[in-house]
């Protein structure tokens, strides 16, 4: 028999008599609550999305396609273990018996046409690679390879910052006090994309082995990143790992063979076509490469080399799921350690406490042993000395004495794995702000700006060069507390004055060069647009260049024109949403008039906008929570929308008010009570 239960926030608990029977009922209420997201990623996965959707969606699924993400999920599939595999199994036919009703409530099928397929025994692997495939930070290697071109070598560490698309998140460990007798306490938040429906479900799973809340990916059973099993709790940042390189290839045509330059010759390339179906349109035909490296992803239209990724999950036909059901057993941080031995990408920063008091920081997931080249650039495939070398780094596996902090910046445990880190300033933040006692929940929602190099700049300004609006304007700044806080105007001020400097560099001398083709597909431009490179870099453009004149200008522009108003009037949320239904489309202009944003994305609440580009919010903290080794009960959580993904259901959106204000919801305790449902 199996339970449902779902507390006044709509989270489903869930209760089964063994962990299969718990992986197919949680299958099914993903499918219930979530049937369209979770099709799209499925669609994502296998490269169909621009079948159900149309043609803006071709880009993804000539990606797709090409990587081979559906190839790679099949593979990883078939190497799991037989418990982990039939444990995946239930989950999919969990997913599959709830999909046709999930389906009938969610006005996204109706409003496109479609409806929703039986999932494949391996489509939870396919998710969790849409999840992460351009989670690292390869794309970043195509940015560097644009930068060198045209700037020059060197001007690579201008722009050594976490792009437009990666994905940072802040977590902290708080040692027990033994002298009241408080246990650990783990908090954090990741930042990614604001996607609509939400990329992460709170979820409570229980059976007789194990009773565990946490996030769970839609479509991927278990909690990957963050849980508490009421023994132990863990929480996963971005390592800033680089763990997946490319390579450019040199590819010529014999016949209807693809020859690809090697260390020793010319050697035949797997290679074949599909076809790529497209709503409302003529078929698309894609042809799929695959190198002794890895799967042909790109070309270079400067160079006409063609671009392979080489991936640890590619080339070990495994993802980690091996590690999801011991997770979910886990009673202490070593079963966590255990668990994650079985980690293969993308590489987190992992925090660990347990009710023993113990707490442990890890690095898990594969990195290989090669070249540091590979770690800065695309490398030439046919010179054998940028090949991996068979092993990988180990994992980091250490304890912790005192408070533990991971914001994606270097530290000592993961310095080794990674080539560009996020700035410091979020790391030294939460920990000034946690030696003063500051509670976790505030601590999440700090806005406050570092005093970096932009900032400084306007101290270098000279007041008596500057007409009398711009100088009344640099004094106001001057004297700003730096918090970008909802209803400061001097917040506003800043955020378009350091837009249109940004806007100005487009066209400094330095810079200008950067406008060139970059010569990759359309897919990459978050990572290759200078416009947002340059916006997200402006404190390293700012110390590496004299930008006073530049500077001076957009401070008498912003003057001179209509008053900036309120940061909060300009940073307004934008989630990421394919906006096929009318009823979502409403729904999200419905949650701009509701909530205003502090933050930005260098704040430890990284409400991220891009200058110069657009101050809306598209990516942040897609979960809040607070892990209480004491007493679970006392553990809070918070999402940007709802614990479903329908518009229009009661808990759509329920959280949205919470998360804007920074407060936390409880997570679900006591026993479950729902009806009994076979």
Known sequence: MTRVDRDQWGVPQLWAGDVDALARLQGRVAALDRAWQ????RWRAEGRLAAHVGPAELAWDRFARRVRLDDTARRCYERLDPDTRRWVEAYVDGVNSGLAEGAAAAPEFAATGT????????SPLGVFLVQHVLFSTFPNKLWHAHVARTLGPEAAGLFAVEGPASSGSNAWALPADPATGRGPLIAGDPHRLLELPGVYQQVRLACPEFDVVGLAFPGVPGVPHFGHTGHVAWAVTNAMADYQDLYRERLRRDGDRVLVRDADGWTPAACHVEEIEVRGGAPEAVEVIETPRGPVIDHDRVTGEAIALRSPSRVEARLGFEALLPLLRARRTGDVADALRHWVEPVNSVLAADTGGGVRRLVAGLVPVRDERCRREPVPAWETAYRWRGDYLPLVDEGVDGVAVCANDRRDDVAAHGADFAPPHRARRIRALLADGTEPSTVHTDDRLPAGPLYRLLDRLDPGRLDEPARALLLRLRGWDRAMAVGSAEAGAYAAWRAALARRLRV????????????????????????????????????????????????????????????????LLHPVHLGVAPAVTDAVAAMRRRVALAGDTDCVLATSSVPGVSDACWRGPVARYVWDLTDRAASRW??????????????????????????????????LTGDETT
């Not at 979770?38 to 990623?41: N, P, Q, Y």
């Not at 409806?115 to 391996?122: G, K, L, N, S």
Request: hydrophobic fraction near 45%.
């Open 638 to 671: 918070v999402v940007p929308f709802g614990a479903s993904g329908r518009p229009g259901d009661t808990h759509f959106a329920d959280q949205l008010t919470h998360w804007a204000a920074g407060t936390l919801i409880p997570v679900p305790a006591g026993p």
């Open 115 to 122: 409806a929703p397929e039986p999932w494949h025994p391996w």
């Open 508 to 571: 400094h001398p330095g810079l200008r060069a950067l406008d060139q083709p970059c010569g990759f597909d359309e897919l990459f431009a978050p990572w290759t647009d200078p416009a947002a490179r340059i916006g997200l870099a402006l404190d390293h453009l700012a110390a590496a260049f004299d930008l006073a004149e530049p500077a001076a200008e957009a401070l008498a522009e912003v003057a001179a024109g209509p008053a900036p108003g309120e940061w909060g009037s300009r940073h």
């Open 38 to 41: 979770i099709s799209v990623e």
